[in-house]
T-cell receptor, first 113, second 112 residues
């Protein structure tokens, strides 16, 4: 079974703090994704990485950056957290094959005060 | 533009059938997916359909695809309380390999 883990289930941070969200997958997948999920808006893609050290902006990259130094790990960084970044963050991974599904982690619920 | 639409809520009685609908905009999408999200969890793949199929059945789940109307539906037969969750449809637009477009999600509530 594919396993995608996220470093925290719940996180509370203050405005202006730097926040790191970590995601690890154990299936040697090439592609990894970060989404945020908000009620009524579904999932919106923040960034994705198609291979180590490779990244592309998604639909809402502003205020975020990412790092993929190793194949199994994809980090999402909030350089200076703001209250409008309070959300559920979901990480996913998939192999590089076309049509292959994504496998999701359990999510990190972030509250920025 | 790219947009996948779903109704936000659906309520059914235990034992009835549930039908969750999805409208997508890219008629050339090759893969369409249904995911389930239980409370406090990530998304889990339920089923998928290739664009050259009209229907796919998998135990209690039936997926119908109407490419002319760009309409996808998920039918759950004999709905159980454990089916209460948010259901997302997703597509991979033509020409895309990495980018999935997700719907807003439909929250299914099953009443005992």
């Amino acid at each position: 079974d594919v396993k995608v883990t996220q470093s925290s289930r719940y996180l509370v941070k203050r405005t202006g703090e730097k926040v790191f969200l970590e995601c690890v997958q154990d299936m040697d997948h090439e592609n990894m994704f970060w989404y945020r999920q908000d009620p009524g808006l579904g999932l919106r893609l923040i960034y994705f990485s198609y291979d180590v050290k490779m990244k592309e902006k998604g639909d809402i990259p502003e205020g975020y950056s990412v790092s993929r130094e190793k194949k199994e790990r994809f980090s999402l960084i909030l350089e200076s957290a703001s209250t409008n970044q309070t959300s559920m963050y979901l990480c996913a991974s998939r192999s590089g094959m076309r049509g292959e599904t994504q496998y999701f982690g359990p999510g990190t619920r972030l509250l920025v005060l | 533009g790219e947009d996948v639409e779903q109704s936000l809520f659906l309520s059914v009685r235990e034992g009835d059938s549930s039908v969750i609908n999805c409208t997508y905009t890219d008629s050339s999408s090759t893969y369409l997916y249904w995911y389930k999200q239980e409370p406090g969890a990530g998304l889990q793949l339920l089923t998928y359909i290739f664009s050259n199929m009209d229907m796919k059945q998998d135990q209690r789940l039936t997926v119908l695809l109407n490419k002319k109307d760009k309409h996808l539906s998920l039918r759950i037969a004999d709905t159980q309380t454990g089916d209460s969750a948010i259901y997302f449809c997703a597509e991979i637009p033509s020409g895309g390999t990495y980018k999935y477009i997700f719907g807003t999600g439909t929250r299914l509530k099953v009443l005992a």
